[in-house]
């Protein structure tokens, strides 16, 4: 028997060294002639001696990795090897990869100071103060500067900086903030204008009001105070004739009036009505709608989706103003979160205050407090508590709370005796941050919070189980919206402005249409747990009428999304096919192969092609050559003669050209300019891409391919850093152990959990780093 297993070995490594010595050959005849120690193209030194030890090369042979699977070296011009060698040699490359990744893990360095990002501040404070649905002057966009992205991603640690400015900000945020959670009764009035977009249709009934109603608006808002609030409707016209208008809170009428009425001095019907109305304190849902006559109850539900708001009165806009005779600050969710216990006499005034303050700062700084930490902020308790009694204290302390370090930082410390330059876990604290800004893009809960201070949660069995409680949580809609948006740079559609001469149908109700259908989508796939590669192969869409109309899918009617079923062949299965990415990757006036064939490679192949160089013009469509017009794709193909610019664009371009029957805005079409439309080109390693369908064929040849660019952009949504070299032998695990569960998002997500980019970091090598109170146990930023 241990003959046997000897011979097993010896044959195992026989085979491995004959696939070195293969791997190595296949790189002398074909690459080394370029990239020898003389010719040097591209920086790039391939000698077969480095097959030797590859693991030594990493950051060498992962490029050369990516390269030989999008097959773009050699170049299209030179002899290239078969089928068979490009997978023998990428499998080798893979192995040995890994197999020195096992034993030497680089999980990559992070700032230990990382500032949250303005959507994490805002659902930390959600969490936090249980402040939802914030009066207008609230609105974060408006408190907070924008953050800095890169590559889509606005999460980037190293992008996110801290000036004086941003400084002032968040003191501006913390006063409001604090004023708002504990209901301070000297708040000045509010103002809060909700205007009705023109192209909102106003002759039927609206979404979440109440049946028998037509038109208007329901929005959600917060009230500060138990106090009287002023409701201000203006009319887009005077009504002709009499109709009746109401006002509800949470579904329940509280105010309404008839317009259409001409006042008894004369003149016309007036366009305002104001109402003093009394609501409670906190979060409600505010409606302002028309009562349909009866007589009205017609014809009109069944009309198509109008763009415009026809004949009938239509609300153009609400202002919500207050608060106004104040009855006191209410009972509201953010109140009972903070006020943890009610003093029973001025003598428990100094014991409950701290169990409310070491309630907030446990919280707050996501971690274990001590008395120390309740020590600091207890001179802002008494200063508010002299001004404005045991209230005031609570708020001037969580007024400094919001603006502590500690809490607009996550902050990651190094353990003591950690060795310079080598990896080790984070702590379970640090661990529940890392996974709740991932899965919730805000702070752990305190269930998470007990896992990881009793220790727990470095169990990889507790680990998985808080993954999938996290993921079923409705917070974890941050995940699928904030990582889908940034990943497709759904956000981008805003600025994108097609030229309105050639594309006169697209409008504003079609752009959010677009955006909206994304986001749809992409979560239904991910909340459904269906294989992430159904991001392709869908044969469904999510569809409201004017986008329907667009697409020219029958039988869709109202301004609500549903989920459609496409016939066979259609073109809006999946994500190729969504008008928000041909929109995004189109110009102004028309489409453009290079921009969609780049997105592809970049989003879904993880192929991104390098930048363009710096003496090469841009590409003019329809230039003039010789004295004739030129198509796109002869303009194309000239910009491919050019040496510098071929290797990239025999990529792109083929991918670009199978989109070329979707115009600019998405529409599909047959011809341009009176001649067919052809969508159909060849890669340099003879594959045909041909039209949409074929765009598909090539990412499904390769299906872990495209998990593997899905699972780069979320392991890079998950650190907060763009992913390297050394981050790939993670990615190639993540996507292999997801492979039972048919790649689901929930398996992707629990494997980046896992993985030791995720749940390790790198020791800096720099003593100063380590002195300044960013170690475990020696101090804390204040």
Known sequence: MAALGGAIVAAHVESERATRSLAAATVGEFCTDCHDSLSQSGGVVLEPAAFDDVGA???????????????????????????????RITRYLETELDRAAAVS?????????????????????????ALTNLPAEMDYELLLPADNSSSGFDNLADLLFVSPVVMERYLEAARKISRLAVGDSSMPVMVNIHRLPLHQPQDDGVTGLPLGTRGGLKVDSYFPLDAEYAFRIELERPPRERHEIEITVDGARVASATVGVAPRAGGPPPRELEFRVPVDAGPHSIGATFLERTAALDERTLKPLRRSRGTLPAIEVVTISGPFATAGPGDTPSRERLFVCRPASSADQARCAREILSTLAKRAYRRPVSDADVDELWPFYEAGLAERGFDGGIQRALERVLVSPQF???????????????????????????????????????????????????????????VARMLADPRADSLVDNFASQWLFLRDVAGRDPDPFLFRDYDEPLREAFVEETKLFVASVFRSDSSVLELITADYTFVNERLAEHYGIPH???????????????????????????????????????????????????????????????????????????????????????????????????????????????????????????????????TVVDGLAGVEALILAD?????????????????????????????????????????????????????????????????????????RGHGRPR
């Open 57 to 87: 090369h990493a950051e060498l042979f992962e490029r050369v990795v990516r390269k030989l699977k999008a097959r773009t070296m050699p170049p299209p011009e030179n002899p290239r090897p078969g089928q068979a060698a490009y997978e």
């Open 105 to 129: 893990p680089n999980p990559g360095r992070l700032p230990q100071l990382r500032r949250l990002t303005r959507t994490e501040y805002r659902n930390t404070i959600r969490d936090l103060l």
């Open 408 to 466: 607009l930082y996550r902050i990651e410390r190094i353990p003591p005796g950690a060795e310079p330059g080598k990896a080790f876990e984070v702590s379970p604290i640090e661990l529940a941050s890392r996974l709740s800004y991932f899965l919730w893009s805000s702070m752990p809960d305190d269930e998470l919070l007990d896992a990881a201070a009793s220790g727990t949660l470095a169990d990889r069995r507790v680990l998985s189980r808080q």
């Open 556 to 686: 869709v009617r109202g301004a609500h999304f549903r989920r459609v079923e496409l016939p066979a062949g259609s073109p809006r299965g999946g994500l190729l096919g969504h008008g928000s990415i041909l929109t995004l990757t189109s110009y102004p006036t028309r489409t453009s192969p290079v921009l969609r064939g780049k997105f592809v490679l970049d989003n879904l192949l993880a192929s991104p092609p390098p930048p363009p160089p710096a003496d090469v013009p841009a590409l003019v469509a329809e230039t003039v050559a010789e004295g004739q017009k030129q198509s796109l794709r002869d303009a194309l193909a000239a910009h491919r003669a050019d040496p510098k610019c071929a290797s990239c664009h025999a990529q792109m371009d083929p991918i670009g050209f199978a989109f070329e029957q979707f115009d600019a805005v998405g529409r599909w079409r047959e011809t341009e300019g009176g001649l067919p439309i052809h969508a159909s080109s060849e890669l340099p390693d003879g």
């Open 703 to 775: 299906p872990e391919r495209f998990v593997g660019a899905v699972t780069e952009k979320l392991l890079m949504y998950a650190l907060g850093r763009n992913v390297q070299y050394y981050d790939l032998p993670a990615v190639r695990a993540i996507v292999r152990e997801a492979a039972p569960s048919d790649h689901t998002f929930a398996a992707l997500v629990e494997g980046i959990v896992m993985s030791v980019p995720f749940r390790q970091r790198l020791a800096p090598t720099d003593p100063e780093l380590r002195s300044a109170g960013l170690v």
